[in-house]
């Protein structure tokens, strides 16, 4: 741990779910009672915008009824008194690192609370927004073209270059609570690897990447990762 300098952290939905955040598709292949394809692609905002923008409505306003849980206030922790670099790229579009605290924080597939303007490209925070009723851009003010700045299947991620910069110079890639199964997150793994990082997974059960890791731990994010932030910061 005294030769680690530069630590990147993936965060996934096994985070967040401690925390009472539906996971984003359940064992049923549903997320929140609707097909994935029903209000996570470019083609279902196209199809039918007002379905999506209530689904994503209903989502914000659950959010503000659930809190950050022992993990992400560990991360925080971590963030803040951690002296070298690190990055925190989470999978979940929700503010519960935010929250939490962190700082160094990249939200890979958007956040809930984000709106982006197709008219003029500029995105807007939207807390309280009800974007079924479609509001104007902040940005604008043009009417119509407002949708949720979440990436959807189909989509690229967000800041791709600046992630895999941060992976081919890390000393320690951390994988918490995801299942493995969805690239390009998935691929971190190797890609750190292959640079000569050290590779922990954090998770409730083995991904379907597991192999790839130098160690695993298996349990609740809740319980893990704070031993492991008060393991790391012992060496600080």
């Given at each position: 741990m005294r030769d680690i300098?530069?630590?990147?952290?993936?965060?996934?939905?096994?985070?967040?779910?401690?925390?009472?955040?539906?996971?984003?598709?359940?064992?049923?292949?549903?997320?929140?009672?609707?097909r994935v394809e029903d209000v996570a692609t470019p083609e279902a905002f196209a199809r039918d915008p007002d379905l999506v923008q209530k689904f994503y409505d209903e989502r914000r306003a659950k959010l503000k009824t659930v809190e950050p849980n022992a993990a992400h206030q560990a991360l925080a922790k971590l963030d803040q008194a951690w002296p070298?670099?690190?990055?925190?790229?989470?999978?979940?579009?929700?503010?519960?690192h935010d929250r939490a605290g962190s700082q160094r924080l990249l939200h890979m597939h958007g956040e809930l609370n984000s709106a982006w303007c197709l008219a003029c490209g500029e995105r807007s925070s939207f807390l309280d927004g009800q974007m079924a009723l479609d509001?104007?851009?902040?940005?604008?003010?043009?009417?119509g073209f407002l949708r949720p700045d979440i990436v959807w299947f189909g989509e690229m991620p967000y800041e791709m270059e600046r992630?895999?910069?941060?992976?081919?110079?890390?000393?320690?890639?951390?994988?918490?609570?995801?299942?493995?199964?969805?690239?390009?997150?998935?691929?971190?793994?190797?890609s750190a690897r292959h640079y000569g990082a050290q590779t922990l997974e954090i998770n409730l059960y083995p991904s379907e990447g597991s192999f790839?890791?130098?160690?695993?731990?298996?349990?609740?994010?809740?319980?893990?990762?704070?031993?492991?932030?008060?393991?790391?910061?012992?060496h600080v």
């Open positions: 300098h530069n630590i990147v952290i993936l965060t996934g939905a096994g985070v967040s779910a401690e925390s009472g955040v539906a996971t984003f598709r359940g064992p049923d292949g549903l997320w929140e009672g609707h070298g670099d690190l990055l925190l790229v989470t999978q979940n579009v929700d503010d519960l509001p104007a851009c902040p940005k604008c003010d043009q009417f992630i895999e910069l941060a992976l081919a110079q890390c000393d320690l890639f951390v994988s918490i609570g995801t299942s493995g199964a969805v690239y390009p997150a998935a691929g971190f793994v190797q790839h890791f130098h160690e695993s731990r298996m349990g609740k994010a809740g319980e893990l990762v704070p031993d492991w932030v008060e393991e790391v910061l012992s």
